[in-house]
């Protein structure tokens, strides 16, 4: 009897063990930026780039940059998916996007056109960030109709999880 309250006992460790274990193994997947489908980085900006210059109006200077990461829909932006849908609705038929992510960084490139036969380039941006650094670097280009750069947007900084 007493030998199979101790076997009791043990079994019952071990299942505390696994539970706990299993209850971490959980709690990774469902937060952890890295690990999650959707979740949203606050990002500390240090430099800002107008035309590859120092920019003269630094927009971040006081406030933080919202990076949204969105894994389901390979979407990283300063605008969430859903948002983008619902505030471009006109744009979707006129924008590309390219989503990409390996053990070390995320890389996202989106393209919006003037028109739905994607001819001539409206905007254009890279996002890159690194995952377990946090440096990001997010460079917007406006174009013309001539489909020439007349403007760029840079920011550089790093990012946590929000």
């Known amino acids: 009897m007493i030998i199979n309250f101790k076997i009791e006992q043990i079994l019952l460790k071990e299942c505390i063990k ?4 299993l209850i971490f193994v959980f709690f990774l997947i469902s937060f952890h930026p890295v690990l999650s489908n959707e979740f949203v980085l606050e990002c500390s900006i240090k430099k800002e780039l107008e ?7 630094k927009l971040y200077k006081k406030q933080k940059l919202h ?10 932006n300063d605008i969430s998916f859903n948002d983008w ?20 960084n995320y890389y996202f490139k989106y393209k919006d056109y003037f028109t739905e036969e994607k001819k001539k380039l409206k905007l254009s941006s890279d ?36």
């Open 18 to 21: 696994n539970l706990v274990f």
């Open 51 to 57: 035309n590859k210059k120092d920019a003269k109006n």
């Open 67 to 76: 990076i949204f990461i969105d894994k389901k829909n390979e979407w990283i």
């Open 85 to 104: 849908k619902k505030k471009f609705k006109e744009d979707i038929g006129k924008a590309d996007f390219y989503y990409n992510e390996n053990n070390k």
């Open 127 to 162: 996002i890159f960030i690194e995952k377990f650094g946090g440096y990001m670097e997010f460079i917007k280009y406006y174009y013309d109709f001539k489909n020439e750069v007349y403007f760029s947007s840079e920011v550089i900084g790093n990012c946590s999880k929000k």
